[in-house]
């Protein structure tokens, strides 16, 4: 079982509506990641968080909204999202910013109609 | 930006056959991971090397770390119908990268009873 939990693990939403995606880990990881994934296709990064702050931001549209309340968790705010953002969002965790071994949550399969 | 060369793209072999897959780049890594992710899953973490030359085994699955820092490969023996997936090779460079993978297209490995 993955050490990495997110939810919801499937969400429709239209393209007014504003959802939330979640992700927790319970590691005592220190950076966490947010990487969207189309079918077939390697994970593409989004945001990196070290420490709890933003390190990187992959210039993801301001649709997309990330933040960290705590060394645990992992949000990512959805807003007025289009048709082609809808994917598998992946979070991943990693004991350090330097990255090494990142352990994936099950993901997100987020539809936009 | 970066890029892993993964091949093969796809394989179809019998049940016991062995598999063999690579990636190449024209740049160094300091870090080598392999993932295999299955339908509706997020990546699990198979296999991590951290020095050149490594050789690494995992069960059924071995992988090595180039000499040139440049490649690696992962072999899996005896395959089982439960391999079948998509494996991809993901390089971790330091510097200005620091944190961020870049992965392979990825293999997708069929597996006939």
């Known amino acids: 079982d993955t050490e990495v939990t997110q939810t919801p693990k499937h969400l429709v939403m239209g393209m007014t509506n504003k959802k939330s995606l979640k992700c927790e880990q319970h590691m005592g990881h220190r950076a966490m990641y947010w990487y969207k994934q189309k079918a077939k296709k390697p994970p593409e990064l989004m945001f990196v968080?070290?420490?709890?702050?933003?390190?990187i931001n992959e210039s993801v549209p301001s649709r997309f909204s990330p933040e960290c309340p705590n060394s645990s968790l992992l949000n990512l705010h959805l807003h007025a999202l289009q048709p082609e953002d809808s994917a598998l969002y992946l979070c991943?965790?990693?004991?350090?910013?330097?990255?090494?071994?990142?352990?994936f949550g099950e993901g997100s399969r987020l539809t936009v109609l | 930006g970066q890029q892993l060369n993964q091949s093969p793209q796809s394989m179809f072999i019998q049940e016991g056959e062995d598999v063999s897959m690579n990636c190449t780049s024209s740049?160094?890594?300091?870090?080598w991971l392999w993932y295999k992710q299955e339908p509706g899953e997020g990546p699990v973490l198979l296999i991590a090397?951290?020095?050149?030359?490594e050789l690494t085994s995992n069960g059924r699955l071995t992988a090595q770390f180039g000499i040139t820092r440049k490649d690696s490969f992962l072999n899996i023996s005896a395959s089982i119908p439960s391999d079948v997936g998509i494996y991809f090779c993901a390089g971790l460079q330091g510097g200005t990268s620091y944190g961020k993978l870049t992965f392979g297209q990825g293999t997708i490995l069929t597996v006939h009873p």
């Open positions: 991943a965790s990693s004991q350090g910013p330097e990255g090494g071994e990142l352990f």
């Open positions: 740049s160094i890594f300091n870090t």
């Open positions: 968080y070290s420490y709890e702050k933003l390190s």
């Open positions: 090397l951290y020095k050149a030359g």
